[in-house]
Structure formats: structure tokens, C-alpha cells
């Protein structure tokens, strides 16, 4: 396989990773909450899990569903596209990886009080620091996964078009027999 299959990978396990550091940091915080640099982690750098946290446990009242109802499902199906070379698992895993980095900014906006607008302005919340960056990543890595796995597909089709139009013309090029 190319390396733009392998790049699809890159989505999902950058995802996988940020929850899996969200959900580490969050349970090192129990055993020693008095870390200044483990509140830091936690609420600055991976603050982002804390509102999705706060959106999904009216849904699923279920410690470590990020990772363990979410993230993780989506590795473990982009694993499969990887070690069996298939194109569903990725194109399954890259559009669950890119919907749930969605949800993640949209449950950024959602924690945010509402202003009075102006002018027809909207205000937008956007992390800062670490979390921006944490961010960043994530909807970088799986938007560049998504648009992968869409190049990838769009190739096929060109692809099987070119083979469609190759037997067209040899069929309509025979001479009919009268």
C-alpha cells in the first residue's frame, strides 16, 4: 500500500492519544490532587475532554466513555483497516475520528457563557496555550485523515471509470457480425 493509506492512520491514533492522555491525567489527578502540574495537564492542556466530559455525562453517565466508548473503538477499527489493508475500516475510522474531533469544538462553544451580540457578531470561545495546541492536533491529524481517505476513494473511482471506458471501447469498437 502507498503511504497516503498509511496516512489515514494518523487521524485515529492522534485522537486515541489526546483521550488516552485526558483520561491518564484525570486519574493521576485522584492520587495526588494537591499537583499543581497535574491540574495544569489536566485543565489546561486537555480542558477540552473536561467540556465533552461535562456534555456527554447528561448522555452516558459512564467514567472514561471517551476513551473507552469512543476513542478507543475508532483505533482499534483503523487498526483493522491497517493490519488487514482494507479501505472500510479506514474510511469508518477517519469519518468517526473527524465527527467526534467535531464534537469536541462544538463542545468548547457549548461551555462558553452567552454574550449579548452586536452587530450580528457571535462570539467564539478558543482555548489558549496548550489547549489550543492539543486541539489543534487533533483537528488537524483527523481533517487531514478525512480528506485522505477521500482522495483515496475518488483514485478508485477514477480508477475503475478508466477501466469502465478501456472495455467500452473495445466492445463498441468490434466489428458486428451481419
Same mark, same amino acid.
Given at each position: 500500500?502507498?503511504?497516503?493509506f ?14 488516552l ?5 484525570? !486519574? ?28 456527554? *455525562?447528561?448522555?452516558? %453517565? ?22 488487514? !489493508? ?27 457563557? %452567552?454574550? *449579548? ?12 496555550? %496548550?489547549?489550543?495546541?492539543?486541539? %489543534? ?7 487531514? *485523515? ?6 483515496l476513494?475518488?483514485?478508485?473511482? !477514477? ?14 469498437? !468490434?466489428?458486428?457480425?451481419?
Amino acid at each position: 500500500m502507498n503511504r497516503l493509506f498509511k496516512l489515514q492512520f494518523l487521524g485515529p491514533l492522534a485522537l486515541f492519544v489526546a483521550t488516552l492522555g485526558a483520561e491518564l491525567a484525570a !486519574r493521576a489527578l485522584q492520587y495526588a490532587p494537591s499537583s499543581e502540574l497535574l491540574w495544569f495537564i489536566n485543565l489546561r492542556m486537555f480542558g477540552i475532554f473536561q467540556r465533552s466530559y461535562a456534555l456527554l *455525562s447528561d448522555a452516558v %453517565a459512564y467514567d472514561g466513555f471517551q476513551l473507552f466508548g469512543i476513542a478507543f473503538p475508532i483505533f482499534a477499527l483503523a487498526c483493522v483497516g491497517l493490519v488487514a !489493508r482494507s479501505r472500510l475500516p479506514f474510511t469508518v475510522a477517519t469519518h468517526l475520528s473527524a465527527a467526534y474531533a467535531g464534537f469536541l469544538i462544538l463542545s468548547w462553544q457549548a461551555g462558553v457563557p %452567552a454574550l *449579548s451580540q452586536q452587530a450580528s457578531l457571535v462570539p467564539v470561545a478558543v482555548p489558549s496555550g %496548550a489547549g489550543l495546541y492539543v486541539m %489543534a492536533t487533533i483537528f488537524g491529524t483527523c481533517f487531514v *485523515s478525512f480528506v485522505v481517505t477521500h482522495l483515496l476513494y475518488l483514485s478508485a473511482v !477514477r480508477k475503475e471509470l478508466g477501466a469502465l471506458a478501456g472495455w467500452l471501447r473495445t466492445v463498441l469498437s !468490434r466489428p458486428t457480425a451481419a
